[in-house]
T-cell receptor, first 113, second 118 residues
Framework: NAGVTQTPKFRILKIGQSMTLQCTQD?????MYWYRQDPGMGLKLIYY???????DKGEVPNGYNVSRSTTEDFPLRLELAAPSQTSVYFC????????????FGQGTRLTVV | AQKITQTQPGMFVQEKEAVTLDCTYD???????LFWYKQPSSGEMIFLIY??????QNATEGRYSLNFQKARKSANLVISASQLGDSAMYFC???????????????FGTGTQLKVEL
């Protein structure tokens, strides 16, 4: 059972570089989320999606972009990386109804230097 | 808008004792779900327990129970018979309606670091 898969697990980026964090889920969940977690802090929502072709901003969207062309994939794009984007990034997915708990990927630890 | 508040940055508990982690929330939605997650030092997010806003009974999952007081907008997590392996960060979360009105945003609190001592 793959669940939610994030790649890469670790990355060091130089200031001004760009990169895409990949997220794939195989549970046919409609909802997908991207969070960032700074050291010792909670999870802040960057972007979320309620289905293919639909995305919406969360609390901290600046400096990021997302797309949702398929149900399975929800990549997060960082343009012009800044040291303030050093964080652990989590992707999550959840079903639409019922006990709709979110399933999380293992996280991507990103350092911008 | 929705908000989750966890006012205990850190808690200590003796092994085998019970501990309550506080969570209050704010939402204008009539229908919502409340969740607790555990994050050990290894970093993964582990789902613990769920409470629906219309559930009449408090949720229980093994040693975890959720003390849901709807009128007070609180959803405290109770861990009974604490074990050393319970030492971790605990997050309360809520799903309500997103700003677009068509989706559900999952919002987290700032977390409580729990340490279980011998």
């Amino acid at each position: 059972n793959a669940g939610v898969t994030q790649t890469p697990k670790f990355r060091i980026l130089k200031i001004g570089q760009s990169m895409t964090l990949q997220c794939t889920q195989d549970m046919n969940h409609n909802y997908m989320y991207w969070y960032r977690q700074d050291p010792g802090m909670g999870l802040k929502l960057i972007y979320y999606s309620v289905g293919a072709g639909i995305t919406d901003k969360g609390e901290v969207p600046n400096g990021y972009n997302v797309s949702r062309s398929t149900t399975e994939d929800f990549p997060l794009r960082l343009e012009l990386a800044a040291p303030s984007q050093t964080s652990v990034y989590f992707c999550a997915s959840s079903p639409t109804s019922g006990r709709d708990e979110a399933f999380f990927g293992q996280g991507t630890r990103l350092t911008v230097v | 808008a929705q908000k989750i508040t966890q006012t205990q940055p850190g808690m200590f508990v003796q092994e085998k004792e019970a501990v309550t982690l506080d969570c209050t929330y704010d939402t204008s939605d009539q229908s919502y779900g409340l969740f607790w997650y555990k994050q050990p030092s290894s970093g993964e997010m582990i789902f613990l327990i769920y409470q629906g806003s219309y559930d009449e009974q408090n949720a229980t999952e093994g040693r975890y129970s959720l003390n849901f007081q709807k009128a007070r907008k609180s959803a405290n997590l109770v861990i009974s018979a604490s074990q050393l392996g319970d030492s971790a960060m605990y997050f309360c979360a809520m799903r309500g309606k997103g700003l677009t009105g068509g989706g559900n945003k999952l919002t987290f609190g700032t977390g409580t670091q729990l340490k279980v001592e011998l």
